[in-house]
């Protein structure tokens, strides 16, 4: 194969960069329905489309919860449920929420609430599973700081994980060829890093190297989870939402990982048995 074929769409690539622009909607501008887990905000949308969007949401909700084991006192329900506004149209989603025009979905999550338009069909799937694990996440974890391959790499694995096995074969390829982006660097990239026209590293530019640190970040989570499983994840995330740094949660968690080389060897070795 003579390029990596890369599995990201540009709406999950450069997903938070985005949604960091103030949105100015008012809630009384809208009707509302509520299910088990969210009120959703409408006014000229399809019943059909309006019945699809909570059916989805509960379904993708149940699935993230139960994945990342999010049994709480106080989960999603009564006022404490997640929001979702559907828009009238493309052109009134683009000018609420500043998102470039290819965009079918975003998430504010601080304010728990994501974001479509009617008739936003792409809006089903990918985008918002993403987006809802977003949300998830940062209900376990509160407003700690964490590295960006953390946060987007559990969006994309609870996105990608029925298909994981064509995104392993695309990390396996990457590691084979070293066309990696260095290890240092994809623990360290921040979003202002993903949002220049290059970046961090001179030999990758533009969307290219957004993909390729998304694939990377997936598939440290991925290995994380299936070399430790899943319930050690869930401690790290805890002990995070506790109060402790990262990388002192990281380093108790993980101790076999304690520094960088040995991390990124069991993540390559890891990868090229597969």
């Not at 809630?27 to 399809?46: A, G, I, P």
């Not at 994980?161 to 990696?180: F, G, H, M, P, T």
């Amino acid at each position: 194969m003579g390029r990596t074929r890369y599995l990201f769409s540009k709406n999950i690539a450069i997903f938070l960069i985005f949604t960091l622009s103030l949105i100015n909607i008012s809630e009384k501008d809208f009707k509302r329905k509520k299910s088990f887990h969210f009120v959703v905000y409408y006014n000229n949308c399809s019943q059909n489309f309006l019945d699809r969007v909570i059916r989805e949401a509960e379904s993708a909700y149940t699935e993230i919860a139960e994945e990342l084991k999010f049994f709480r006192e106080d989960p999603w329900v009564w006022d404490n449920r997640a929001k979702i506004f559907i828009l009238d149209s493309k052109e009134d989603y683009l000018k609420a929420t500043h998102m470039p025009s290819w965009s079918a979905g975003c998430a504010y999550p601080s304010k728990k609430t994501v974001y479509t338009y009617t008739g936003s069909y792409k809006f089903f799937g990918y985008t918002l599973i993403h987006e809802l694990t977003h949300l998830v996440f940062r209900e376990i974890i509160g407003e700690s700081r964490v590295p960006l391959w953390l946060e987007e790499g559990v969006a994309i694995y609870m996105e990608r994980r029925k298909e994981a096995y064509n995104l392993v074969k695309a990390v396996k390829s990457l590691i084979r060829k070293n066309e990696i982006i260095p290890f240092g660097e994809v623990l360290s990239l921040e979003f202002r890093d993903l949002d220049k026209e290059r970046g961090p590293s001179e030999e990758f530019k533009g969307i290219s190297f957004v993909e390729k640190f998304y694939l990377q970040a997936f598939s440290l989570v991925y290995f994380l989870i299936k070399e430790y499983d899943m319930f050690r994840f869930t401690i790290l995330l805890r002990k995070i939402r506790e109060g402790y740094s990262f990388s002192e949660s990281f380093s108790s968690t993980y101790r076999l990982l304690n520094n960088r080389e040995k991390f990124e060897r069991e993540w390559r070795d890891f990868y090229l048995r597969r």
